[in-house]
């Protein structure tokens, strides 16, 4: 799964291109979105749901647009996952701050958060090292059931309303913790065992080098 870093994978590397210009509207949504949840009544509810909804389409329509065009770029590949993951965990820390997700559902609301936290931490690890994570097929699926399990939530207090809705936004909610846990143990597995390969790799190497050494000196 992991791999040495590419240059130059992408051939476009302009930063205003309309999927990037799509993503930066994905993370300018997110303080519009947090001052909703202060809006007493129904209207802030609507809000809330319409900038997340809103914003969750982006994430489908700059892919598409960056595929169809042909405008992927290595900048694009950076800042797509990272505004998911900014809109996906601040809403779930305000849904749960507001008392919207309470309880056992907050379990897997912080698992969501931890592991989201964690792979980019390792992903940040990985590049200082020239490698990279690829997203896994699974991860992309995870990421969509997150997103539909939070508009289900941020339903709450709605006219339409029903008890129907908040169960099925908690079970996709657990869906979801289930799914970012296989993909996430996936990425640390690969890499542990890719890290264990190099340092396989690296005392290997030690005795050739004193080897070369003696050689040199004699």
């Not at 291109?17 to 509207?25: D, M, R, V």
């Not at 749901?49 to 405008?71: E, I, M």
Request: hydrophobic content about 50%.
């Amino acid at each position: 799964m992991i791999r040495k870093r590419r240059a130059f994978r992408h051939k476009n590397w302009k930063i205003i291109t309309i999927p990037n210009i799509l993503t930066f509207c994905r993370i300018a949504v997110i303080p519009f979105l947090i001052l909703s949840f202060y809006c007493s009544g129904p209207i802030g509810n609507f809000f809330a749901l319409f900038l997340f909804v809103l914003a969750s389409l982006t994430d489908y329509v700059d892919g598409y647009v960056a595929r169809r065009l042909k405008l992927t770029s290595n900048f694009g590949a950076f800042l797509d996952p990272i505004a998911d993951k900014l809109l996906i965990t601040v809403t779930l820390l305000m849904l749960a701050g507001l008392g919207r997700i309470s309880s056992y559902n907050l379990i897997p609301a912080a698992i969501i958060v931890c592991r989201e936290v964690t792979i980019s931490g390792l992903r940040e690890f990985l590049a200082a090292m020239g490698l990279e994570l690829p997203v896994l097929r699974l991860a992309k699926y995870k990421t969509v059931v997150q997103m539909v399990a939070i508009a289900s939530l941020l339903c709450n207090n709605q006219v339409y309303y029903s008890s129907v809705i908040a169960v099925v936004g908690n079970i996709l909610l657990w869906f979801a913790s289930l799914l970012t846990l296989i993909t996430g143990v996936s990425y640390v597995m690969s890499a542990l065992t890719f890290i264990k390969i190099l340092q396989k790799q690296s005392r290997q190497a030690i005795p050739q080098k004193r080897k070369k050494r003696v050689k040199a000196h004699g």
